[in-house]
């Protein structure tokens, strides 16, 4: 029996891999992608943000019953332990977000008013007057403060203020600052405009928004004795200031 290897036909060769003349390769095994791997774990989000809720829904418990007692007995009768029994939390909840009763009434200047100041320093729209800039914030201010609970916590600070200078300062600081500063750019731009006549107004930027001030000090006071149109008030003032609107 012969050991000799049969020779391939010729246009062949023997070595694996190797085709013959002619002949179509065969198609490669399509490379199969590598699975993706799975996510490190990681622990699930919807309890942390429930929890996050829950606490931001507290907060905003505390602060409410906070503004109720402060405007039913007044900043220095209001006790911590009556804010907890309002808001359905237990005291040492309290102290949670709140390290007193003075941080908690800064709260509510700063969520409550310091937004509001926030618009007056948006410049005035392209084609738009300074009194149409000055008018609107009024407005704002009017039916946002002057007649709901935003303007209960102005009359505690003209209230409570002088006792507690601290609080006084923080309002002066967050809110009266710069709404100042916003109504003196605005008279400036006025003056500059041709607007406004008398440049003095820039020293005593107080006098352009009295009206509001009043009203909201009107409303607690003297508004069941003579209701007071604000609205109105404002647009006799504004007439004062810029002259009266020319109807065409």
């Known amino acids: 029996m012969s050991n000799s290897r049969p020779t391939p036909p010729e246009g062949t060769s023997s070595k694996p891999g190797h085709r013959r003349r002619g002949e179509t390769a065969a198609p490669a095994e399509a490379v199969k992608p590598a699975l993706p791997m ?143 500063a916003a109504m003196r750019a605005l008279i400036e731009l006025g003056v500059a405009r041709g607007e406004i006549a008398h440049k003095e107004l820039a020293r005593f930027p107080q006098i352009l928004v009295a009206p509001a001030l009043i009203a909201v000090i009107w409303q607690s006071l003297f508004a069941r004795h003579a209701p007071l149109d604000a609205t109105e008030m404002l647009r006799v003032h504004l007439d004062l200031i810029f002259g009266e609107r020319r109807t065409t």
């Not at 622990?43 to 602060?63: F, H, T, Y």
């Not at 237990?90 to 509001?116: N, Q």
């Not at 039916?143 to 507690?164: K, N």
């Open 38 to 180: 799975a996510p490190p774990s990681e622990p699930p989000s919807e309890p942390l943000s429930g929890r996050a809720a829950r606490a931001a829904e507290r907060r905003q418990a505390i602060i409410d019953a906070a503004l109720d007692e402060f405007i039913a007995r007044g900043f220095t009768a209001t006790r911590l332990d009556d804010v907890a029994k309002r808001a359905g939390v237990a005291k040492g909840t309290i102290y949670l977000h709140f390290k007193d009763k003075e941080s908690m009434f800064e709260e509510l200047i700063r969520t409550a008013l310091v937004p509001l100041i926030g618009r007056l320093h948006a410049p005035p729209p392209i084609g738009g007057s300074v009194r149409d800039a000055v008018e609107g914030f009024a407005r704002t201010f009017i039916q946002e403060v002057a007649s709901t609970r935003r303007g209960d916590i102005v009359r505690l600070i003209v209230a409570e203020g002088p006792r507690f200078p601290a609080i006084a300062d923080f309002y002066y600081r967050e809110v009266v600052s710069r709404g100042l």
